[in-house]
Protein backbone atom coordinates (compact mmCIF):
# COMPACT_ATOMS: atom_id res chain seq x y z
CA UNK A 1 0.00 0.00 0.00
CA UNK A 2 1.25 3.54 -0.64
CA UNK A 3 0.33 7.24 -1.71
CA UNK A 4 0.66 7.52 -4.68
CA UNK A 5 0.36 11.47 -4.33
CA UNK A 6 -1.14 14.64 -2.25
CA UNK A 7 -3.26 17.12 -3.66
CA UNK A 8 -4.73 20.29 -2.31
CA UNK A 9 -6.50 23.74 -3.73
CA UNK A 10 -7.78 26.60 -1.90
CA UNK A 11 -10.01 29.37 -2.34
CA UNK A 12 -8.20 32.25 -3.92
CA UNK A 13 -9.54 35.15 -1.20
CA UNK A 14 -6.41 35.24 0.38
CA UNK A 15 -5.72 38.00 4.09
CA UNK A 16 -2.87 38.74 5.93
CA UNK A 17 -4.27 38.44 9.95
CA UNK A 18 -3.73 41.85 10.56
CA UNK A 19 -6.21 42.82 7.81
CA UNK A 20 -8.41 39.87 9.61
CA UNK A 21 -7.78 41.26 13.09
CA UNK A 22 -9.20 44.31 11.26
CA UNK A 23 -12.12 43.30 10.00
CA UNK A 24 -12.96 41.64 13.04
CA UNK A 25 -12.96 44.59 15.46
CA UNK A 26 -14.87 46.52 12.71
CA UNK A 27 -17.45 43.33 13.13
CA UNK A 28 -17.32 43.14 16.77
CA UNK A 29 -16.85 46.89 18.08
CA UNK A 30 -18.73 47.62 20.57
CA UNK A 31 -19.94 44.01 21.50
CA UNK A 32 -16.75 42.87 22.94
CA UNK A 33 -15.46 44.40 26.15
CA UNK A 34 -11.95 44.12 25.53
CA UNK A 35 -10.77 44.45 21.74
CA UNK A 36 -7.43 44.44 22.72
CA UNK A 37 -7.18 40.71 23.97
CA UNK A 38 -8.54 39.60 20.61
CA UNK A 39 -5.59 41.45 18.95
CA UNK A 40 -3.38 39.41 21.45
CA UNK A 41 -5.02 36.14 21.03
CA UNK A 42 -4.80 36.28 16.90
CA UNK A 43 -1.10 37.65 17.38
CA UNK A 44 -0.23 34.41 20.13
CA UNK A 45 -1.68 31.83 17.61
CA UNK A 46 0.95 32.70 15.48
CA UNK A 47 -0.77 32.18 11.98
CA UNK A 48 0.48 35.21 9.10
CA UNK A 49 -2.66 34.70 7.17
CA UNK A 50 -5.38 32.84 5.81
CA UNK A 51 -7.62 31.11 2.43
CA UNK A 52 -11.15 32.59 3.56
CA UNK A 53 -14.14 30.32 1.43
CA UNK A 54 -15.69 33.66 0.71
CA UNK A 55 -14.24 37.33 0.36
CA UNK A 56 -14.07 39.04 3.06
CA UNK A 57 -17.02 41.76 2.56
CA UNK A 58 -18.97 38.65 1.83
CA UNK A 59 -19.51 37.24 5.72
CA UNK A 60 -21.14 40.40 7.49
CA UNK A 61 -24.56 39.36 4.46
CA UNK A 62 -24.86 35.92 5.95
CA UNK A 63 -27.74 36.25 8.48
CA UNK A 64 -28.41 32.48 9.46
CA UNK A 65 -26.24 28.62 9.35
CA UNK A 66 -28.66 28.03 6.24
CA UNK A 67 -26.83 30.75 3.97
CA UNK A 68 -23.63 29.94 5.52
CA UNK A 69 -24.04 26.09 4.63
CA UNK A 70 -25.11 26.77 1.02
CA UNK A 71 -22.33 28.72 0.44
CA UNK A 72 -19.95 25.71 2.20
CA UNK A 73 -21.63 23.63 -0.44
CA UNK A 74 -20.55 25.49 -3.38
CA UNK A 75 -16.87 26.25 -2.48
CA UNK A 76 -16.27 23.14 -1.17
CA UNK A 77 -17.35 21.49 -4.58
CA UNK A 78 -14.90 23.53 -5.90
CA UNK A 79 -11.97 23.61 -3.78
CA UNK A 80 -12.53 19.80 -3.27
CA UNK A 81 -12.76 18.96 -7.23
CA UNK A 82 -9.55 20.81 -7.84
CA UNK A 83 -7.77 19.17 -4.92
CA UNK A 84 -8.86 15.83 -6.45
CA UNK A 85 -7.61 16.66 -9.99
CA UNK A 86 -4.11 17.81 -8.39
CA UNK A 87 -3.64 15.03 -6.37
CA UNK A 88 -4.59 12.45 -9.86
CA UNK A 89 -2.57 14.61 -12.20
CA UNK A 90 0.65 14.15 -9.69
CA UNK A 91 -0.12 10.10 -9.13
CA UNK A 92 -0.37 10.48 -13.15
CA UNK A 93 -4.19 8.72 -12.78
CA UNK A 94 -7.51 9.81 -14.30
CA UNK A 95 -10.87 9.85 -12.54
CA UNK A 96 -11.37 6.95 -14.69
CA UNK A 97 -8.93 5.22 -12.59
CA UNK A 98 -10.36 5.79 -8.71
CA UNK A 99 -11.92 2.87 -7.29
CA UNK A 100 -12.89 4.73 -3.74
CA UNK A 101 -13.74 8.26 -2.66
CA UNK A 102 -13.22 9.04 0.90
CA UNK A 103 -14.60 12.47 1.97
CA UNK A 104 -13.68 13.94 5.53
CA UNK A 105 -15.31 17.17 6.73
CA UNK A 106 -16.50 19.04 10.12
CA UNK A 107 -17.34 22.40 8.88
CA UNK A 108 -20.08 21.93 6.90
CA UNK A 109 -23.29 18.91 6.49
CA UNK A 110 -25.06 18.39 2.60
CA UNK A 111 -26.92 14.77 1.83
CA UNK A 112 -25.87 13.95 -1.12
CA UNK A 113 -22.73 14.65 -0.26
CA UNK A 114 -20.19 16.19 -1.10
CA UNK A 115 -18.57 12.78 -2.70
CA UNK A 116 -21.62 12.59 -4.93
CA UNK A 117 -21.62 15.77 -5.98
CA UNK A 118 -18.16 15.54 -7.10
CA UNK A 119 -19.25 12.06 -9.10
CA UNK A 120 -20.91 14.54 -11.32
CA UNK A 121 -18.82 17.44 -11.37
CA UNK A 122 -15.50 15.45 -12.12
CA UNK A 123 -17.22 12.24 -14.24
CA UNK A 124 -16.25 10.24 -11.68
CA UNK A 125 -17.14 6.34 -13.05
CA UNK A 126 -20.86 5.03 -11.58
CA UNK A 127 -18.90 1.95 -9.81
CA UNK A 128 -16.76 4.29 -7.65
CA UNK A 129 -17.44 3.32 -3.88
CA UNK A 130 -17.84 6.52 -1.63
CA UNK A 131 -17.43 6.81 1.80
CA UNK A 132 -18.52 10.11 3.50
CA UNK A 133 -17.33 10.69 7.11
CA UNK A 134 -18.20 13.41 9.69
CA UNK A 135 -17.19 14.41 12.89
CA UNK A 136 -13.43 13.09 13.00
CA UNK A 137 -12.70 16.97 13.08
CA UNK A 138 -8.46 17.43 12.68
CA UNK A 139 -7.71 13.82 13.25
CA UNK A 140 -9.29 12.78 9.71
CA UNK A 141 -6.79 13.59 7.38
CA UNK A 142 -4.92 10.76 9.07
CA UNK A 143 -7.50 8.73 10.00
CA UNK A 144 -8.72 9.28 6.41
CA UNK A 145 -5.44 7.93 5.06
CA UNK A 146 -5.70 4.82 7.46
CA UNK A 147 -9.61 3.59 5.93
CA UNK A 148 -8.01 4.07 2.55
CA UNK A 149 -5.46 2.06 3.18
CA UNK A 150 -7.64 -0.74 5.02
CA UNK A 151 -9.80 -0.37 1.55
CA UNK A 152 -6.28 -0.78 -0.77
CA UNK A 153 -4.94 -3.86 1.37
CA UNK A 154 -8.39 -5.79 0.20
CA UNK A 155 -8.32 -4.68 -3.13
CA UNK A 156 -4.90 -4.53 -3.95
CA UNK A 157 -5.65 -3.56 -7.74
CA UNK A 158 -7.34 -0.32 -6.46
CA UNK A 159 -7.17 3.22 -6.31
CA UNK A 160 -8.57 5.08 -3.59
CA UNK A 161 -8.84 8.85 -3.46
CA UNK A 162 -9.42 10.70 0.18
CA UNK A 163 -10.25 14.52 -0.06
CA UNK A 164 -10.96 16.90 3.15
CA UNK A 165 -12.52 19.57 2.16
CA UNK A 166 -12.28 22.26 5.67
CA UNK A 167 -14.20 25.91 4.96
CA UNK A 168 -13.41 27.00 8.72
CA UNK A 169 -14.55 30.75 8.59
CA UNK A 170 -18.23 29.63 7.65
CA UNK A 171 -18.37 28.21 11.25
CA UNK A 172 -17.94 32.01 12.91
CA UNK A 173 -19.92 32.31 15.41
CA UNK A 174 -20.75 36.15 15.54
CA UNK A 175 -22.45 36.40 18.95
CA UNK A 176 -19.93 34.34 20.31
CA UNK A 177 -17.43 36.18 22.44
CA UNK A 178 -15.72 32.97 24.67
CA UNK A 179 -12.23 32.93 24.67
CA UNK A 180 -12.77 29.97 22.43
CA UNK A 181 -14.58 31.42 19.92
CA UNK A 182 -12.04 34.35 19.92
CA UNK A 183 -8.75 32.01 19.36
CA UNK A 184 -10.55 29.89 16.62
CA UNK A 185 -11.65 32.89 14.67
CA UNK A 186 -7.71 33.84 14.58
CA UNK A 187 -6.71 30.10 14.52
CA UNK A 188 -8.40 28.33 11.57
CA UNK A 189 -8.22 28.45 8.31
CA UNK A 190 -9.97 27.21 4.32
CA UNK A 191 -8.35 24.64 2.08
CA UNK A 192 -9.09 21.46 0.77
CA UNK A 193 -6.78 18.00 0.38
CA UNK A 194 -6.81 15.04 -1.39
CA UNK A 195 -4.50 11.71 -1.03
CA UNK A 196 -4.45 9.10 -3.61
CA UNK A 197 -3.69 5.59 -1.60
CA UNK A 198 -3.05 2.98 -3.97
CA UNK A 199 -2.99 -1.23 -3.39
CA UNK A 200 0.34 -3.36 -3.97
CA UNK A 201 -0.36 -4.22 -7.21
CA UNK A 202 -0.16 -0.61 -8.66
CA UNK A 203 3.03 0.76 -9.25
CA UNK A 204 3.17 4.35 -7.84
CA UNK A 205 6.53 6.37 -5.95
CA UNK A 206 4.91 7.50 -2.93
CA UNK A 207 5.86 6.25 0.62
CA UNK A 208 4.59 2.86 1.51
CA UNK A 209 1.66 2.51 4.57
CA UNK A 210 3.58 -0.23 6.91
CA UNK A 211 0.82 -0.04 9.54
CA UNK A 212 -1.58 2.18 11.12
CA UNK A 213 -3.29 2.53 14.55
CA UNK A 214 -5.68 4.68 16.22
CA UNK A 215 -6.30 5.56 19.61
CA UNK A 216 -9.71 6.72 21.25
CA UNK A 217 -9.32 8.30 25.19
CA UNK A 218 -12.30 7.66 27.28
CA UNK A 219 -14.07 10.50 28.95
CA UNK A 220 -12.72 13.27 27.25
CA UNK A 221 -15.65 13.99 24.95
CA UNK A 222 -15.57 18.02 26.26
CA UNK A 223 -11.80 18.34 25.05
CA UNK A 224 -12.77 19.87 21.69
CA UNK A 225 -15.83 19.41 19.04
CA UNK A 226 -19.15 21.51 18.61
CA UNK A 227 -22.21 22.27 20.35
CA UNK A 228 -24.65 22.48 17.76
CA UNK A 229 -27.49 24.42 17.42
CA UNK A 230 -30.00 26.77 15.55
CA UNK A 231 -27.01 29.09 14.92
CA UNK A 232 -24.81 26.32 13.10
CA UNK A 233 -21.27 25.38 15.10
CA UNK A 234 -20.13 26.73 18.25
CA UNK A 235 -16.73 25.44 18.74
CA UNK A 236 -15.10 23.44 21.93
CA UNK A 237 -12.19 23.87 22.17
CA UNK A 238 -10.70 22.77 25.84
CA UNK A 239 -7.29 24.17 26.99
CA UNK A 240 -6.16 20.55 28.31
CA UNK A 241 -5.60 19.98 24.48
CA UNK A 242 -1.93 20.44 25.06
CA UNK A 243 -1.85 18.48 27.97
CA UNK A 244 -3.41 15.55 26.56
CA UNK A 245 -1.02 15.58 23.43
CA UNK A 246 1.82 15.73 25.93
CA UNK A 247 0.31 13.28 28.25
CA UNK A 248 -0.90 10.45 25.48
CA UNK A 249 0.92 11.17 22.53
CA UNK A 250 4.57 9.84 23.68
CA UNK A 251 2.96 6.55 24.89
CA UNK A 252 1.04 5.67 22.23
CA UNK A 253 3.70 6.69 19.97
CA UNK A 254 6.01 4.27 21.65
CA UNK A 255 3.66 1.29 21.65
CA UNK A 256 2.96 1.82 18.15
CA UNK A 257 6.77 1.75 17.07
CA UNK A 258 7.27 -0.76 19.75
CA UNK A 259 4.61 -3.29 17.62
CA UNK A 260 6.65 -2.20 14.66
CA UNK A 261 10.37 -3.31 15.92
CA UNK A 262 10.98 0.49 16.37
CA UNK A 263 11.83 3.37 18.40
CA UNK A 264 11.33 7.11 18.09
CA UNK A 265 15.14 7.52 16.97
CA UNK A 266 14.19 5.72 14.13
CA UNK A 267 11.85 8.23 12.34
CA UNK A 268 13.61 10.42 9.92
CA UNK A 269 10.08 12.68 9.33
CA UNK A 270 6.90 13.95 11.27
CA UNK A 271 4.15 14.51 9.16
CA UNK A 272 1.85 16.52 12.28
CA UNK A 273 -1.27 18.13 12.67
CA UNK A 274 -0.84 21.87 13.46
CA UNK A 275 -3.14 22.32 15.84
CA UNK A 276 -1.58 25.20 17.59
CA UNK A 277 1.42 26.93 18.90
CA UNK A 278 0.67 24.73 22.57
CA UNK A 279 -0.41 21.97 21.20
CA UNK A 280 2.73 21.74 18.70
CA UNK A 281 4.93 22.80 21.54
CA UNK A 282 3.85 20.53 23.49
CA UNK A 283 4.19 17.39 20.85
CA UNK A 284 8.04 18.59 20.37
CA UNK A 285 8.54 18.00 24.35
CA UNK A 286 6.49 14.94 24.74
CA UNK A 287 8.35 13.05 21.91
CA UNK A 288 11.35 14.87 22.46
CA UNK A 289 11.42 15.28 18.93
CA UNK A 290 15.06 16.50 17.02
CA UNK A 291 14.88 20.65 16.45
CA UNK A 292 13.54 21.00 13.22
CA UNK A 293 11.85 17.74 13.36
CA UNK A 294 8.18 19.91 13.57
CA UNK A 295 9.51 22.94 10.92
CA UNK A 296 7.38 21.85 7.99
CA UNK A 297 4.33 21.68 10.92
CA UNK A 298 5.03 25.35 12.06
CA UNK A 299 4.97 26.75 8.50
CA UNK A 300 2.23 25.57 7.28
CA UNK A 301 0.44 26.86 10.91
CA UNK A 302 2.16 30.18 9.87
CA UNK A 303 0.97 30.30 6.17
CA UNK A 304 -2.27 29.16 6.48
CA UNK A 305 -3.47 28.60 10.02
CA UNK A 306 -5.01 25.20 10.95
CA UNK A 307 -7.39 23.63 8.41
CA UNK A 308 -8.40 20.78 10.29
CA UNK A 309 -8.28 17.61 8.88
CA UNK A 310 -6.94 19.32 5.54
CA UNK A 311 -3.63 20.51 7.22
CA UNK A 312 -1.92 17.05 8.28
CA UNK A 313 -2.46 16.61 4.25
CA UNK A 314 -0.55 19.70 3.24
CA UNK A 315 2.17 18.90 5.75
CA UNK A 316 2.23 15.21 3.74
CA UNK A 317 1.90 17.38 0.71
CA UNK A 318 5.30 19.58 1.79
CA UNK A 319 7.44 16.38 2.77
CA UNK A 320 6.48 14.64 0.05
CA UNK A 321 7.26 17.32 -2.78
CA UNK A 322 9.95 19.50 -1.08
CA UNK A 323 11.39 17.70 1.85
CA UNK A 324 11.45 14.01 0.66
CA UNK A 325 13.23 11.76 3.23
CA UNK A 326 15.85 9.37 2.21
CA UNK A 327 14.59 6.44 0.51
CA UNK A 328 14.03 3.39 2.85
CA UNK A 329 13.66 6.14 5.98
CA UNK A 330 10.41 5.99 8.27
CA UNK A 331 8.16 8.75 9.05
CA UNK A 332 5.37 9.05 11.21
CA UNK A 333 2.09 10.96 10.77
CA UNK A 334 0.13 11.78 13.77
CA UNK A 335 -2.85 13.68 14.20
CA UNK A 336 -5.80 14.47 17.22
CA UNK A 337 -9.01 15.33 17.06
CA UNK A 338 -12.75 15.20 18.60
CA UNK A 339 -13.46 11.91 20.86
CA UNK A 340 -10.66 12.90 21.82
CA UNK A 341 -8.48 10.58 20.00
CA UNK A 342 -5.31 10.28 17.77
CA UNK A 343 -4.42 8.63 14.84
CA UNK A 344 -1.03 7.33 13.69
CA UNK A 345 0.27 5.97 10.05
CA UNK A 346 3.70 4.35 9.99
CA UNK A 347 5.47 5.23 6.53
CA UNK A 348 8.49 4.08 4.87
CA UNK A 349 9.85 6.42 2.23
Known sequence: MKIAAVGSAFPENYY????????FSEQWAGKHFNMRRLEMLHKNVLVGGRHLALPMEDYPKLESWGQANDAWIRVARDVGGRAVMDALGRANLTVDDVDALYFVTVTGVAAPSIDARLMNDLGLPSRVKRVPIFGLGCVAGAAGISRAADYVKGWPDHV???????LCSLTLQKQDFSIANLISSGLFGDGA???VVVGENREADGPQILATRSVFYPDTEGVMGWNISETG???VLSADVPNVAKEFLPRDVDGFLAD???????????VCHPGGPKVLQSMHEGLELPEGALDITWRSLREVGNLSSSSVLMVLQETLYEH?????SYGVMLAMGPGFCSE?????W
Do not use: M
Open 344 to 348: LVLLR
Open 16 to 23: DQDQLVAA
Open 260 to 270: NGLTRADIASW
Open 193 to 195: AAA
Open 160 to 166: AVLLSVE
Open 324 to 328: RPEPG
Open 233 to 235: FKI
